[in-house]
């Protein structure tokens, strides 16, 4: 069975620093890997997505990484923003439409 | 631009009630996802849809959850004799076609229901 951990659960820095969330999965037979932002009461909105064949994504100061031999994944953000504080959470999709997905890391960025 | 619309974003219910819950997805989006989130933990996978059939439900958790999706754009979550467990965000998704081409999949704010 898929499992996704996500570490740290929280993570707290100051405005301006570089940071990295990590993800980890059991069974490296997926078929992309996606990360996630929820604002508080929000729904999820995709960020970046890696097929398996892929080792990164980059879109604009974040940059996804996948070691699908591994079985891990790496976001980061660089020079964080106040803005960034959400809940990042990364799934994975082992079938043509299932996401199974960590209990994500909650970021704040204090100004 | 609508995107995915859900409703109610908040309902409250007794214990024992028939509760449905609503998702009007982006027009012309063929995949239609619902998925169950609780505090503190990631969503997980209830029921897929390709066009009107279910095409997945294994994630339903039990006989007193049902989904609809009749003409293959509107659907429906139905839940039968609601429990306290049940209380969670039920949040539902849709895409082009399915997540392993890399089609983007887009959320619901979520309908969130608590019973009492």
């Known amino acids: 069975k898929q499992e996704v951990t996500q570490i740290p659960a929280a993570l707290s820095v100051p405005e301006g620093e570089n940071l990295v969330l990590n993800c980890s999965f059991t069974d490296s037979a997926i078929y992309n890997l996606q990360w996630f932002r929820q604002d508080p009461g929000k729904g999820l909105t995709s960020l970046l997505l890696?097929?398996?064949?892929?080792r990164e994504q980059t879109s604009g100061r974040l940059n996804a990484s996948l070691d699908k031999s591994s079985g891990r994944s790496t976001l980061y953000i660089a020079a964080s923003q106040p803005g960034d504080s959400a809940t990042y959470l990364c799934?994975?999709?082992?079938?043509?439409?299932?996401?199974?997905f960590g209990s994500g890391t909650r970021l704040l960025v204090r100004p | 631009g609508a995107g995915v619309s859900q409703t109610p974003s908040n309902k409250v219910t007794e214990k024992g009630k028939y509760v449905e819950l609503r998702c009007d997805p982006i027009s012309g989006h063929t995949a239609l996802y619902w998925y169950r989130q609780s505090l503190g933990q990631g969503p997980e996978f209830l029921i897929y849809f390709q066009g009107t059939g279910a095409a997945d439900d294994s994630g339903l958790p039990n006989d007193r959850f049902f989904a609809v999706r009749p003409e293959g754009s509107v659907s429906t979550l139905k839940i039968q004799r609601t429990e306290r467990g049940d209380s969670a965000v039920y949040l539902c998704a849709s895409s082009p076609g399915g997540t392993a081409s890399g089609n983007t999949i887009y959320f619901g704010e979520g309908s969130w229901l608590t019973v009492v």
């Open positions: 799934a994975v999709s082992k079938s043509s439409y299932k996401l199974i």
């Open positions: 890696i097929q398996s064949s892929q």
